[in-house]
């Protein structure tokens, strides 16, 4: 009796070890798109920030007004190509100034020592996810 209740746990066990898996849910796919940045093949951890950063301000809600002037088709929200304008142009201001204010929760991102101003250092992060 004692052999077929040990069975009877081994059989449930390697069910389980294979069938629990298998139910599980695979984990929602990073999608790298943009990532791989120098076109090596190989997805470091600062483009797999970057990534997420772009991912994250795709479809922005407008919070500021420097955000509005770029909402084209007034809906509200900055759409990818919306938002990539609004920050090219900061870009540029912080090339020719070489500093800008922080107006946007989308610039917050890059400035990476909270001081409310992205420097040329941090615009480096931002140079390279425009391009």
């Known amino acids: 009796m ?7 746990v081994f059989s449930f066990l390697v069910i389980a070890f294979f069938a629990f898996p298998l139910m599980a849910k695979p984990p929602k796919p ?9 076109k090596d093949g190989v997805v470091t951890k600062k483009e797999i920030h970057m990534e997420k950063k772009w991912e994250k301000h795709q479809h922005s809600k407008v919070n500021s007004k420097l955000e509005a002037k770029y909402d084209s088709d007034g809906n509200g929200w900055l759409g990818p190509a919306e ?7 900061r870009y ?9 204010k922080v107006d ?3 610039e917050a991102e890059y400035d990476i020592n909270h001081d409310g101003i992205i420097d040329k250092e941090e615009a480096e992060d931002l140079k390279e996810e425009l391009e």
Request: charged share 30%; glycine share 2%.
């Open 30 to 38: 990073l999608n790298l798109r943009h990532a791989d940045k120098n």
């Open 83 to 89: 938002a990539k304008e609004m920050l090219k142009d």
């Open 92 to 100: 540029s201001l912080i090339q020719t100034e070489g500093k800008a």
């Open 104 to 106: 946007s929760p989308i």
């Open 2 to 8: 004692s052999y077929r209740i040990v069975r009877i």
